[in-house]
């Protein structure tokens, strides 16, 4: 007899385990069918839909999963013929356009638990005010230099907030600190330039550039204004060498 209890005590306690678990199970699985019957209400784009600024995939639901567990890819789509373009290194939950973006649509997909979640731009990306006749205006000089602070180099946080120049020329790009040259480069089709992936609303004014396969720095901008100044001038001065940029880096 005492073992029939023994024997049915230890059933009552792997019945209320069970059932507990099964609660669990239940309750999970009805979260998960509020979130793929609220799909489109989880997330929106929010931010400026102009140069110079930043876009952020910000949360709209109670329900909508952490952005940390899901898997993110930026696109640019062509505003005529929607032409989908990859956005290599877009990965994070902020994206700051960069002058290629101007007059495309941005796009942004978000996967989580297998389900797929797209937002997009309510138009194309609209050019900085006064951008194009500041650049044409720097494009008459030899030499161009910009403040910049390095952020990163060789994909190590730099502590030092030291000012560097830029010096962005009709040939070559170089980069010093005060009299000495950090690193000096002709343009050619291995040299990469890019805004930032990610980085919050610091993005903005940030680009990335690997002067040489061994060589490559985080920059940060006085202002988005001379960010976006520096990419469209080099990308100028390199179609005049005959040279296209590897715009789009993994980084």
Same mark, same amino acid.
Not at 12 to 18: F, I, N, S
């Given at each position: 007899?005492?073992?029939?209890?023994?024997?049915?005590?230890?059933?009552?306690?792997?019945?209320?385990?069970?059932?507990?678990?099964?609660?669990?199970?239940?309750?999970?699985?009805?979260?998960?069918?509020?979130?793929?019957?609220?799909?489109?209400?989880?997330?929106?784009?929010?931010?400026?839909?102009?140069?110079?600024? =930043?876009?952020?995939?910000?949360?709209?639901?109670?329900?909508?999963?952490?952005?940390?567990?899901?898997?993110?890819?930026?696109?640019?789509?062509?505003?005529?013929?929607?032409?989908?373009?990859?956005?290599?290194?877009?990965?994070?939950?902020?994206?700051?356009?960069?002058?290629?973006?101007?007059?495309?649509?941005?796009?942004? !997909?978000?996967?989580?638990?297998?389900?797929?979640?797209?937002?997009?731009?309510?138009?194309?990306?609209?050019?900085?005010?006064?951008?194009?006749? =500041?650049? !044409?205006?720097?494009?008459?000089?030899?030499?161009?230099?910009?403040?910049?602070?390095?952020?990163?180099?060789?994909?190590?946080?730099?502590?030092?907030?030291?000012?560097?120049?830029?010096?962005?020329?009709?040939?070559?790009?170089?980069?010093?600190?005060?009299?000495?040259?950090?690193?000096?480069?002709?343009?050619?089709?291995?040299?990469?330039?890019?805004?930032?992936?990610?980085?919050?609303?610091?993005?903005?004014?940030?680009?990335?550039?690997?002067?040489?396969?061994?060589?490559?720095?985080?920059?940060?901008?006085?202002?988005?204004?001379?960010?976006?100044?520096?990419?469209?001038?080099?990308?100028?001065?390199?179609?005049?060498?005959?040279?296209?940029?590897?715009?789009?880096?993994?980084?």
């Amino acid at each position: 007899v005492m073992d029939m209890e023994h024997e049915l005590r230890a059933l009552r306690v792997q019945l209320a385990e069970k059932s507990k678990h099964s609660l669990l199970l239940q309750k999970e699985l009805a979260r998960s069918k509020r979130v793929k019957e609220n799909l489109s209400h989880l997330y929106e784009l929010d931010g400026a839909e102009v140069l110079g600024s =930043y876009l952020r995939i910000k949360p709209c639901s109670d329900i909508a999963p952490e952005l940390s567990k899901c898997a993110i890819q930026w696109y640019r789509i062509s505003s005529e013929g929607g032409k989908k373009e990859l956005i290599s290194g877009a990965h994070k939950s902020v994206y700051a356009p960069e002058p290629f973006d101007v007059g495309r649509i941005l796009q942004v !997909e978000i996967i989580y638990d297998g389900q797929l979640i797209m937002l997009t731009t309510t138009g194309a990306i609209d050019p900085a005010a006064g951008l194009g006749n =500041y650049v !044409e205006a720097l494009v008459r000089k030899h030499d161009v230099e910009f403040n910049v602070v390095v952020t990163q180099m060789n994909g190590v946080d730099q502590p030092s907030e030291s000012i560097h120049v830029l010096h962005v020329g009709k040939m070559r790009m170089k980069l010093c600190k005060g009299k000495a040259t950090i690193a000096k480069e002709y343009y050619s089709g291995l040299m990469q330039l890019c805004g930032v992936r990610g980085g919050g609303n610091a993005a903005a004014q940030a680009l990335f550039w690997q002067a040489k396969k061994e060589f490559s720095v985080v920059l940060a901008f006085e202002s988005e204004r001379d960010r976006n100044a520096a990419i469209m001038l080099a990308r100028r001065f390199a179609f005049d060498c005959n040279v296209s940029f590897k715009w789009f880096s993994k980084f």
